[in-house]
C-alpha cells in the first residue's frame, strides 16, 4: 500500500483510509476507472489514504467481496466502515468534509440531489454509449448503428440539459461541491469524443473542474499507481 499526502489537510481526518485500486489497467482506462473520483474527494477533502491493491484473483475472493460484492473498484475501508459503490463513497467524505458539502439543509439536499442525478441520470447514457462504441466488437448490423444513434441523441439530450444548468455558473450548484466530482468524472468518459468538448459551457466547466489541485493530485496519483505497476 502507498500512502499519499493530502492536498489541503483539514481538521481531524479519519485514519487508515484504504481504497481500493485494480492493479493495472490498459492506458485506454486508465484516469477513467472509478476509484479516481474517491481520490479526488479525499483530496478535496484533504483526508490521508492508502491504496488497496486489487488483483483478478482478488476481485473473485470471498475476503474482497465482503468489501464489494460485485468485486470491483472502488471499495473504501474508513471510520470502522466498509463502503462500496463510488457515489456512495463521495457521499460518506462529503457529509463529513465542509470541503464538498455546505453546512445547511438545503445546500445539502441539492448537493446530494446532483450526485445522484450525475450517477443515475447522465451516467447511465453515457456508459451505454462507451459500451457500443469502445466495447463492443461485434457486428454492426443496421438495428446497432440505429441503437447507437439512439443512444448518442440520449447523450447528447443530458449534455444539453447540463450546458444549461451550468450556464453562468463555476460549479453545479455555484461553489464547487461532491456534485462536481461525480460529475466532472462521468464527463470524463466521452473524453474520446468531441460531446463535451464542442459544448463551450461543458468545456470550460471540465477543464475548470480538472484544474484544480486536487484532481490534479488525484489524477498524478491514479495513473501513477498503473505507471508503477505496468507488465514488464
Ligand atoms: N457502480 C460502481 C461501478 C464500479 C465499476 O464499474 N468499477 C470498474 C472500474 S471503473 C471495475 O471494477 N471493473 C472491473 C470489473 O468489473 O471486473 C461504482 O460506481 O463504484
Not at 4 to 12: A, Y
Not at 80 to 100: D, K, M
Not at 108 to 118: C, D, E, H, L, N
Request: proline share 8%.
Amino acid at each position: 500500500m502507498t500512502p499519499t499526502t493530502p492536498t489541503t489537510p483539514t481538521t481531524s481526518p479519519p485514519q487508515d483510509i484504504q481504497v481500493s485500486v485494480l492493479r493495472w489497467v490498459p492506458p485506454i482506462v486508465q484516469g477513467l476507472v472509478r476509484d479516481l473520483r474517491v481520490r479526488w474527494a479525499l483530496e478535496e477533502a484533504g483526508w490521508p489514504y492508502s491504496e488497496h491493491i486489487v488483483s483478478q484473483a482478488d476481485q473473485a475472493s470471498a475476503a474482497y467481496r465482503a468489501l464489494q460484492p460485485f468485486g470491483q473498484v472502488p471499495a473504501m475501508q474508513c471510520d470502522g466502515l466498509n463502503l462500496f459503490e463510488s457515489g456512495a463513497i463521495v457521499h460518506h467524505i462529503a457529509e463529513r468534509s465542509p470541503a464538498l458539502m455546505p453546512p445547511d439543509a438545503e445546500g445539502r439536499s441539492a448537493v446530494t440531489a446532483w450526485m445522484f442525478g450525475a450517477l443515475s441520470s447522465m451516467e447511465p447514457p453515457i456508459m451505454m454509449f462507451n459500451v457500443l462504441d469502445m466495447i463492443y466488437q461485434g457486428p454492426k448490423s443496421d438495428d446497432y448503428m440505429g441503437l447507437k444513434a439512439w443512444v448518442v441523441g440520449w447523450v447528447e439530450a443530458r449534455l444539453d440539459v447540463l450546458s444549461g444548468v451550468l450556464t453562468g455558473k463555476d460549479y453545479v450548484l455555484g461553489d464547487f461541491t461532491a456534485a462536481d466530482v461525480l460529475l466532472g468524472t462521468v464527463l470524463r468518459i466521452l473524453r474520446e469524443t468531441d460531446y463535451v468538448t464542442k459544448r463551450p459551457v461543458l468545456a470550460a466547466y471540465q477543464q475548470r473542474c480538472e484544474a484544480r489541485p486536487a484532481f490534479q493530485k488525484a489524477l498524478a496519483d491514479h495513473l501513477a499507481h498503473f505507471a508503477r505497476h505496468a507488465p514488464k
